[in-house]
């Protein structure tokens, strides 16, 4: 994915599974980007989060918009990302994520089987 | 209270391990559909608002450190935010029942795809010369 129009189209996949699926669009556009090389881990994940970000804003409005979900509903789970992501960075270089990725991502097959079937 | 204290918790706990790389961006969803039974798009719904001030304080601490690529953002934000645009606006029209399938499929391919790359990290035999 080192071309133009590599990263270009790597982007806009991205973009549809994000809209589609509600996220999951830096799952697929990291790895993508990743292949070409070129970039730092920190520099390409920064990058990813800032190609990520807008494509989440505008299908959030839209979501918003269409009234699928209120705000108020959303709120005790902001809340608590907040609250999270406050507790996830301050412990952040404390804990070894790697088994924690490995249940995840069994996690994620367990979704797929129940997805599927 | 109930009601309010366990979309909380779900929250926090989706938080602190996005917090820390694990979550990938989809972990608040599927707790939110396989554990808690929410309606699949107001789980999309939530899971996108749910990044949003995560990741906005994350890119700003970023962009003062410099990090993000110029080009690299400039060739790909705005095909991807028109992508992401339409398909969210595709996904209020389609049956969510149609969505299924793909995404399990896409999970699965998420799932495998981070096991291998965890697997890659730690290579058993190292003298070895590697595979095409």
Redesign the interface.
């Known amino acids: 994915m080192k071309t133009?129009w590599g990263?270009?189209a790597?982007?806009?996949?991205?973009?549809?599974?994000?809209?589609?699926?509600?996220?999951?669009?830096?799952?697929v556009?990291l790895?993508l980007?990743q292949r070409g090389g070129g970039?730092g881990d920190?520099?390409?994940f920064?990058?990813s989060?800032?190609?990520?970000?807008?494509?989440?804003?505008?299908?959030?409005a839209?979501?918003?918009l269409?009234g699928?979900?209120s705000?108020r509903?959303?709120m005790?789970?902001?809340?608590?990302?907040?609250?999270?992501?406050?507790?996830?960075?301050l412990?952040?270089s404390r804990?070894p994520?790697?088994w924690?990725?490995?249940v995840?991502?069994?996690?994620?097959?367990?979704?797929?089987?129940?997805?599927?079937l | 209270m109930k009601e309010l204290l366990i979309p909380f918790l779900t929250g926090l706990g989706a938080g602190v391990l996005s917090a820390w790389g694990v979550g990938g961006g989809t972990i608040l969803l599927l707790c939110m559909t396989l554990l808690l039974g929410v309606d699949q798009r107001q789980a999309q719904a939530v899971n996108l608002l749910f990044f949003l001030p995560a990741a906005g304080a994350g890119l700003l601490f970023h962009r003062k450190k410099g990090e993000i690529d110029g080009l690299l953002w400039r060739q790909t934000a705005l095909a991807g935010t028109a992508a992401a645009l339409a398909a969210a606006a595709a996904a209020q029209f389609l049956d969510v029942s149609l969505l299924r399938r793909p995404f399990g499929v896409y999970l699965l391919l998420a799932g495998l795809s981070m096991l291998r790359k965890l697997l890659k990290k730690t290579p058993p035999d190292r003298g070895k010369p590697p595979e095409k």
């Open positions: 133009r990263v270009t790597a982007a806009v996949l991205a973009g549809a599974v994000n809209g589609l699926f509600g996220g999951g669009g830096g799952m556009l790895p980007l970039l920190r520099r390409l920064a990058t989060l800032a190609i990520i970000f807008p494509m989440c804003l505008v299908s959030g839209v979501y918003l269409q699928g979900v705000l509903d959303a005790p789970y902001l809340l608590g990302g907040l609250a999270g992501g406050a507790i996830g960075g412990t952040f804990v994520v790697t924690l990725k490995a995840f991502a069994l996690f994620l097959l367990y979704g797929g089987v129940r997805y599927l």
